[in-house]
């Protein structure tokens, strides 16, 4: 179930910055340190990362939500392909498709790396995220 709007940019609002401050760090964060750091729900931490990534590529900005990653994999989740934007078009789930080939899975591993490098850059270049 979707987050309400107000607690949807409630949770944005003191997660955002967060994130900007690990990202300036050059370190990731798995979705459970993030959930158990703002006391996130967990089926809804990818809704509010995937939020934070929308709302920066509308300003032109990496996909911050690139840091939080799985622990197993210490890449983003699925839900990360599938943001509707800033995601090239050959790396997203396809409906059809239980789970991506090899090859496609090493394009999103690539992928997921120089977003990842991008935030990085960025957020130790412009460590005030107030002014962003």
């Known amino acids: 179930m979707p987050l309400h709007h107000d ?6 609002s003191e997660v955002r910055p967060y994130l900007a401050r690990v990202a300036g ?3 990731t964060i798995t979705y459970k340190e ?4 703002f006391h996130l729900p967990r089926q809804q931490t990818g809704e509010i ?3 934070i990534s929308e709302m920066e590529f509308s300003e032109d900005r990496p996909l911050l939500s690139a840091i939080v990653v799985r622990k197993d994999t210490r890449l983003p989740g699925v839900g990360f392909f599938g943001l509707p934007v800033g995601i090239p078009q050959e790396l997203g789930w ?5 789970s991506p080939s090899s090859q496609k899975k090493a394009r999103r591993e690539a992928f997921a790396r120089r977003e990842q490098v991008r935030v990085f850059n960025f957020w130790r270049q412009n ?6």
Do not use: A, M, N, Y
């Open 25 to 27: 760090e050059g370190r």
């Open 127 to 132: 460590r005030d995220v107030s002014s962003l």
């Open 94 to 98: 396809q409906s059809q498709e239980p």
């Open 49 to 51: 990362v995937g939020k």
């Open 34 to 37: 993030l959930q158990i750091e």
């Open 7 to 12: 607690t949807l940019e409630r949770f944005i």
